[in-house]
């Protein structure tokens, strides 16, 4: 059965950091690209980072530059997404999903993620 299960979501305070991980079953990560996204209540969903197939390329939203990383574990067959200097704005569910297997290199801006997981609550607040 191929799956997508989020972990490592909680409760922290502002400027404190997380890491979610996005661990797959039924099918190896590494040929594909993986995204997460978050969803805060009564807002639409928002496209946080993309890692493609064979890391080639990687995408972060504004709002999240410079404080978000991707990367992928192809041992664990695993994504994570640290996340550092949360701010009260980051609180929402994170999901991730897969697209591929891409066989040539990828660019996250040409992919587009359609079945998301049912994610992980990250909630900043003091």
């Known amino acids: 059965q191929v799956q997508l299960v989020e972990s490592g979501g909680g409760l922290v305070q502002p400027g404190g950091s997380l890491r979610l991980s996005c661990a797959a079953s039924?099918?190896?990560?590494?040929?594909?690209?993986i995204g997460w996204s978050r969803q805060a209540p009564g807002k639409e969903r928002e496209g946080v980072s993309c890692?493609?197939?064979?890391?080639?390329?990687?995408y972060y939203a504004d709002s999240v530059k410079g404080r978000f990383t991707i990367s992928r574990d192809n041992a664990k067959n695993t994504v994570f997404l640290q996340m550092n200097s949360l701010k009260p704005e980051d609180t929402a569910v994170y999901s991730c999903?897969?697209?591929?297997?891409?066989?040539?290199?990828?660019?996250?801006?040409?992919?587009?993620?359609?079945?998301w997981g049912q994610g992980t609550q990250v909630t900043v607040s003091s």
């Open positions: 999903a897969a697209e591929g297997p891409y066989l040539s290199p990828t660019y996250c801006d040409d992919i587009s993620f359609e079945s």
């Open positions: 039924g099918f190896t990560l590494d040929s594909y690209a």
């Open positions: 890692i493609s197939s064979s890391d080639f390329n990687t």
